[in-house]
């Protein structure tokens, strides 16, 4: 049986792997930009990472291929990525011999028109597919993040590859797709994370649709809005990113003087507390991002790339997270921290302002926005309540029509970037600790669930 360990990104909703090739190599399939955990697990399990695999240019993160080449692996790609970097093409039905066992590429444009999945052989025996974008578990990656023009054309590219080239594999083909739930990259898909060709073909809606227009139709009704910085990524993975190695950038302290001029200067000021913290004081004009799982992918989207960030932490939160998490979507221009916290801030004599977070129930007549995605908000919402998402709500504040709105979310954490977004503008937003169920509990309410 072929050991194939998978490493999960609960932030961005991916997933690669490590496959212990049997002779003390290993092989990793879409690594990430941070490979420090396949490094260790190769280190514990005497393995050579010999290998680094693409199934097709990544819109949502920085790919790791670099870094494991500069520890000695190859890398394999499709040779419809035009790579600038040294690297193995690889195109549809090429097999390659790994000592024993062999990959053999699958054609699957669609999520992007270069996207290649692998079946992975031992002898003639297929144990397992590894899928990328083109096959998730219940539903396939998007189509929509080439272009407008590219989105039809490629969803129809991918049912064909779909039926004609994935579909007749065994029913028991074990899948390892890279996208899964949580990705931006997919459409709305279940919690798991792996599954098999036959699970696939009896339940998955888009491998059972019956020709290519309902096909199309499931397709686009699950695509949702996703991140700006998913606009650029491709094309930094086309040149190949610079290589970090074991050397981060580190966050400099900055004093609260040299703060203010950095943020005077132009960069960005990120407050990554958590948010009971950031309510009860922050820097005026902070955008608060608490740093979770979750940070890259808002980073990412409401953050632009071009310009220096600074950073406010607590002193116990783990700088070499945050670092990473920047650097794993691009971000790369890390200027420093203010050393000392807020508590340094606040020692200097400088102002500060607060945000309301109740765990409470908005009052009556209260302006409600709903800050979660169009999919989350569909499936129950509160009763009056407004809907814009956060990656939109910048530039469509001047819909909200009131200065004071009480922002919710599923727990809090995009609220409160919200509600720094709107303190920028001059509002004096609050926000409700909790979900729209938790409120609706408190109130003896139903959500609404549209039909």
Known sequence: ??????????????????VDLGDDRGLVVDPVRDVRPYLAFAERRGLRLAYALETHLHADFVTGSLELAANGATILAPRGEHAAFPHR????????????????GIGTPGHTPEHLSYVLLDGDRPVALFSGGALIVGSVARTDLISPEQTEPLARALFRALHDRIAPLPDDLAVYPTHGAGSFCSAPSSGDRTTTIGRERASNPLLTAPDEE????????????????????????????????????RLEPMTPAQLQAAVTSGAELIDVRPIAAYAAGHVPGALSIALRPAFASWLGWL????RPLVFVLD??????????????????????ELSGGMAA??????????????PQAPEAGATIVDVRQASEFSAGHLTGSRHLELGRLADQAGDIGAPDPVLMCGHGERAMTGASLLERGGARP???????????????????RPQ
């Open 1 to 18: 049986m072929v050991d194939i360990t998978p490493f999960i990104d609960e932030g961005l909703g991916n997933s690669s792997y490590i």
């Open 89 to 104: 093409p690889l195109d549809d039905r090429d097999e390659l011999d790994l000592g024993g066992l062999s990959l053999r």
């Open 214 to 249: 309902a096909f199309l139709r499931l397709l686009s009704a699950g695509l949702g809005s996703y991140p700006t910085y998913f606009l650029r990524l491709r094309e930094v993975n086309r040149r190949g990113p610079a290589v970090v190695g074991s050397d981060p950038p």
């Open 303 to 306: 953050v632009s790339a071009d």
């Open 315 to 336: 002193a116990d939160q783990d700088r070499d997270d945050l670092v990473w998490q920047c650097l794993k979507i691009g971000y790369e221009n890390l200027s420093g």
């Open 345 to 358: 801030w606040r020692a200097a004599g400088l102002p500060e302002r607060d945000t309301e977070l109740s």
């Open 430 to 448: 609050a926000v409700v600790l909790g979900g729209p169920g938790d409120v609706a509990r408190q109130r003896g309410e139903q959500l609404v």
